[in-house]
């Protein structure tokens, strides 16, 4: 398969994944944001990368309302696009965007002490 395809469908399951997370009404899923998606070469399996705002707690309780609602979201990607298989989804905590703020805090403080 080409890799515009391949970048196309990646954007699409992103852009859709992002909409199915804002119908789910599990109360333990806090923020929840799809950060980014890998794509398999056959696209039969879906990893996602999700940033949850809050502690470790509630961004393992996020992670496990995500898991149970795995089915949920799958069928909905199947009925929102056209693929010949629907993938399977693997949801995956992503720490990028708490490691960039650390890393800027520890920017910000260097820059304080050398003043």
């Not at 994944?17 to 806090?30: M, Q, T």
């Not at 609602?69 to 990607?77: D, H, L, P, Q, Y």
Request: positive net charge; without cysteine; aromatic residues 4%.
């Amino acid at each position: 398969m080409s890799q515009f395809r391949t970048e196309r469908l990646r954007g699409q399951v992103k852009e859709e994944l992002s909409a199915i997370l804002r119908l789910l009404k599990d109360p333990r899923l806090g923020f929840a944001t799809v950060t980014s998606v890998e794509l398999s070469g056959d696209h039969r399996h879906v990893k996602a990368f999700v940033s949850v705002l809050g502690s470790e707690e509630e961004k393992r309780a996020s992670l496990e309302a995500l898991e149970s609602a795995t089915g949920f979201v799958r069928t909905e990607i199947g009925k929102r696009i056209k693929m010949r298989h629907t993938p399977d989804i693997i949801f995956r905590i992503d720490e990028s965007i708490e490691h960039g703020a650390h890393i800027n805090k520890l920017l910000k403080d260097i820059g304080r002490e050398n003043k």
